[in-house]
C-alpha cells in the first residue's frame, strides 16, 4: 500500500542554519507530494506541493523537489529562523486510490534556537 | 472567510459518555475529513466524505461515526468514549481538482478520556 517515511526528529538547529528534512514514499499509482506544518498549538496547513516528477514546489523560503527515481521529496531551507519552529508533515495523494485521502509521514519536529 | 471552524477546542470526558465533535467548513467543498494525530503515529484518517450524503471508513473507524447531511457539517461522535481515544481531532475539507485538492484544516479538538 502507500506509505511515507520521513525523517524522525526532532531536530535541534541554531538560526540560519541549513535544513533537509528528508521524505521518502511508496505509491502505486502516480502521486500528489506534500509538505505541511504545523505551529504550536495550530492545525495543520500546507507548505508546498509538487503534483508531478521533477516539480520544485517551494514557499516561505522552503523547497522540495519530486524525485520519481529515488521516490523522495525532501525539504529544504537554507537558512533557518526561530519562527521557522514547528512540526512536518510530509504526505502524498495518490489519484488512483478509492479513498483520495492524504496519507502522512509522523512528521519531524524543528527547533530552532537563536 | 472563516475556513473550518471546530468545537469545542479542548473536552475532557468521561469513559463512556457519548460526545460529538463538530465541524463546519464554508468553502463548498465536497470532500471531508476527520483524522486522529498521536505522538509518534502522526496523522490517521478516521473517516471520509467525498460529498453530502457519503460517508466511507478510514485507517481507524472502530469507536466512531459520522454524517454528512449537508456539504458544511461533518460530525464525528464516539458513542462510548474509552481512554485509548484520547488525542487531538482534526478536521479538514479539499475542493476541487484545480486546486491541486488541498487539504484545509480545522484548528482541532484536544479530547481527554478518563
Known amino acids: 500500500g502507500n506509505s511515507v517515511t520521513q525523517m524522525e526528529g526532532p531536530v535541534t538547529l541554531s538560526e540560519e542554519a541549513f535544513l533537509t528534512i528528508n521524505c521518502t514514499y511508496t505509491?502505486?499509482?502516480?502521486?500528489?507530494l506534500f509538505w505541511y506544518v504545523q505551529y504550536p498549538g495550530e492545525g495543520l496547513q500546507l507548505l508546498l506541493k509538487?503534483?508531478?516528477?521533477?516539480d520544485k514546489g517551494s514557499n516561505k523560503g522552503f523547497e522540495a523537489t519530486y524525485r520519481k527515481e529515488t521516490t523522495s521529496f525532501h525539504l529544504e531551507k537554507g537558512s533557518v529562523q526561530v519562527s521557522d519552529s514547528a512540526v512536518y508533515f510530509c504526505?502524498?495523494?495518490?489519484?488512483?486510490?478509492?479513498?483520495?485521502?492524504?496519507?502522512f509521514g509522523k512528521g519531524t519536529k524543528l527547533s530552532v534556537k537563536p | 472567510i472563516a475556513g473550518i471552524t471546530q468545537a469545542p477546542t479542548s473536552q475532557i470526558l468521561a469513559a463512556g459518555r457519548r460526545m460529538t465533535l463538530r465541524c463546519t467548513q464554508d468553502?463548498?467543498?465536497?470532500?471531508m475529513y476527520w483524522y486522529r494525530q498521536d505522538l509518534g503515529l502522526g496523522l490517521r484518517l478516521i473517516h471520509y466524505?467525498?460529498?453530502?450524503?457519503?460517508?466511507g471508513k478510514g485507517e481507524v473507524p472502530d469507536g466512531y461515526s459520522v454524517s454528512r447531511a449537508n456539504t458544511d457539517d461533518f460530525p464525528l461522535t464516539l458513542a462510548s468514549a474509552v481512554p485509548s481515544q484520547t488525542s487531538v481531532y482534526f478536521c479538514?475539507?479539499?475542493?476541487?481538482?484545480?486546486?491541486?485538492?488541498?487539504?484545509?484544516f480545522g484548528a482541532g479538538t484536544r479530547l481527554s478520556v478518563l
Open positions: 466524505s467525498n460529498t453530502a450524503g457519503t460517508t
Open positions: 509538487a503534483t508531478k516528477a521533477d
Open positions: 468553502m463548498r467543498h465536497n470532500a
Open positions: 505509491a502505486t499509482g502516480y502521486p500528489s
Open positions: 504526505a502524498l495523494k495518490d489519484y488512483g486510490g478509492s479513498q483520495g485521502n492524504l496519507i
Open positions: 479538514a475539507s479539499s475542493g476541487h481538482a484545480g486546486e491541486g485538492n488541498i487539504q484545509y
